[in-house]
């Protein structure tokens, strides 16, 4: 079923990846083993991409396509019933970066987890950011980036919320080309793969039991 999935979303069936979508859901499979199967069958056709096999309306259909699923994934997202919120996390995709679908499902996630969370959008500048983290006192800034170009400003970003004093807001980075190396170049304090990363990282920070 899973590479039923993966084909449906890589031959742009919409219909048939919602359909595979909801046959797992109540054949209780988790919704992170389906978000696996997607990121799998998004690796396919960014590659397609990038080897000039596929061009801009491929992404923006299977963007279409993942969207959907995540909807549909969205309300079986299961926290560990954390009633009171354990912090203030400001999220957003960085400056000159529009993806918005693995920020939107990390922030379900944190928020399923007992974090409130402030969506900035997509594009979002590093003041933006610094006015967001006064403004909402948050303790975690959450930075998403897929392009290359996307490390740039997150590194001014992490500058400019240390710059305005903000020594003690913990800043969280992810996205596809994200990794150790990217994290320590920019100066975040982590760095995660996933929204469960996301999730073990926040809690950390808070003191609270991962
Ligand atoms: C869908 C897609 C699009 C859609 C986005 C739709 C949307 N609403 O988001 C659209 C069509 C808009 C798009 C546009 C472009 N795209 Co695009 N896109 C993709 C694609 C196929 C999938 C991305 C995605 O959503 N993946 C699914 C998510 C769920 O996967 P995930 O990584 O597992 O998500 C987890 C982690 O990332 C992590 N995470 C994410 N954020 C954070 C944050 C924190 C704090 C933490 C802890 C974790 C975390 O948690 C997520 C959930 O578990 C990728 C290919 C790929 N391999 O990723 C290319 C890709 C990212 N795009 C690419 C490019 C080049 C572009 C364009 C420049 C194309 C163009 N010529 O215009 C534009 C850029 C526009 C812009 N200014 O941003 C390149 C980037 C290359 C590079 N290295 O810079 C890629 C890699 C394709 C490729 N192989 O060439 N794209």
């Not at 054949?27 to 696996?36: Q, R, T």
């Not at 993806?99 to 007992?114: E, P, Q, R, T």
């Not at 402030?118 to 500048?125: A, Q, W, Y």
Request: glycine share 10%; with cysteine.
């Amino acid at each position: 079923m899973s590479k039923e999935l993966i084909d449906a979303i890589t031959n742009f069936d919409k219909d048939g990846a919602l359909a595979i979508t909801n046959q797992l859901l109540s054949g209780d499979v988790k919704p992170e083993e389906i978000l696996d199967h997607s990121r799998t069958a998004m690796q396919i056709i960014g590659d397609k991409f990038e080897i000039g096999e596929y061009f801009l309306p491929e992404l923006i259909i299977s963007g279409d396509i993942l969207s959907n699923i995540t909807d549909q994934l969205k309300p079986f997202l299961q926290g560990d019933g954390t009633k009171e919120k354990l912090g203030k996390v400001v999220f957003g995709t960085v400056a000159g970066d529009i993806h918005d679908i693995a920020k939107d499902i990390v922030i379900s996630m944190l928020d399923v987890n007992g974090f409130e969370v402030i969506d900035l959008g997509v594009d979002v500048s590093a003041q933006r950011f610094v006015e967001a983290v006064q403004e909402h006192q948050a303790e975690i800034v959450g930075l998403s980036g897929f392009l290359t170009l996307a490390i740039e400003p997150m590194r001014d970003t992490v500058a400019a919320i240390k710059g305005a004093g903000l020594t003690n807001v913990k800043v969280m980075i992810g996205g596809g080309p994200i990794n150790e190396l990217v994290c320590e170049d920019t100066g975040a304090d982590a760095w995660g793969a996933n929204a469960m990363d996301a999730v073990a990282i926040a809690k950390g920070w808070v003191g609270a039991t991962a």
